[in-house]
């Protein structure tokens, strides 16, 4: 199969999972192309700063400079030095950007942290496009899932779904349920929803290239939307957490 994975701000772009992904679907015998919007070095800055705040920017200013750490190179760099199509675009809806995408041909869109995807974009894959969920579907979708489930004592996990019209409410293709251990803070947690995820993804890409294309359709009235969580309720989250009186910790 011929897979894009879809991200944003390519020049600060370093998870190692998305790498790691992209290497096991590429060992799985397929063609992967990474397409990524907003290439602006200011918006890289930006983004950096908030996702991983003032005390981890600093190594995401580095790589925005083009000076990554040893080992923690981006995606893009990663594909650029196995020859690999990087397409970089304002934004997804544009029409070149449609365009590059087209002349690539994907079979399948893998989105790995990428801005809303217009339809433009949907109607591009021969078969699906498909998108990781830091929550479990269908109760929690929208923002900061994870927090959400810690402060209403749910379990927290991940979701794979279709990417349909709506906000995470596509058919649900895999979920799985994540350990939280004592001592767990939301930056571990956010460490093996990455793990998870990029695992996922490869299995359920595998999974499609193999013709199974079962999923489950949402009942979207089994949960909610949810938005982005005061800073006052993200203290409490954490204070759940430190304390151990969040439900799910798990004392093995």
């Known amino acids: 199969m011929r897979i894009a994975l879809v991200g944003r ?14 290497a096991r679907i590429a060992a ?12 602006p070095l200011a918006d890289h800055v930006r983004a ?24 923690a190179g981006t995606l893009a760099e990663w594909a650029r030095e196995r020859d690999l199509r990087v397409m970089l675009h ?15 041909g994907p079979d399948l869109l893998v989105l790995t942290g990428a801005d809303i995807v217009p339809e433009t974009i949907l109607a591009v894959p021969r078969v699906a496009a498909i998108n990781p969920h ?18 209403n004592d749910d379990p927290v996990g991940v979701s794979i779904h279709h990417v349909a019209r709506g906000i995470d409410t596509g058919a ?7 350990p939280v251990a004592r001592g767990d803070g939301l930056e571990r947690l956010r460490e093996k929803h990455q793990s998870a995820a990029g695992r996922l993804l490869a299995e359920t890409v595998e999974r ?23 800073p006052r309720l993200r203290t409490t989250v954490e204070r759940k957490l430190a304390t151990g009186t969040y439900r799910w910790i798990d004392e093995a």
Request: charged share 25%.
């Open 90 to 104: 304002r934004r997804l809806g544009d029409a070149d950007t449609v365009s590059a995408l087209r002349d690539f």
């Open 134 to 151: 830091y929550g479990l579907l269908p109760g929690y979708r929208g923002m900061n899932v994870t927090e959400w489930s810690i402060y």
């Open 208 to 230: 499609i290239a193999a013709g199974d294309r079962a999923a489950t359709p949402q009942a979207l009235d089994e949960g909610r939307q949810y938005y982005r969580m005061h």
């Open 48 to 71: 950096g700063l908030r996702e991983f705040g003032p005390s981890a920017l600093g190594r995401y200013v580095a790589a925005a400079g083009g000076h990554s750490e040893r080992g």
């Open 28 to 39: 799985g015998g397929h063609e992967v192309g990474v397409l990524y919007s907003r290439a």
């Open 9 to 22: 701000y390519p020049r600060v772009d370093v998870p190692s999972w998305k790498r790691e992904l992209a």
């Open 172 to 178: 649900i293709l895999a979920t799985e349920r994540l």
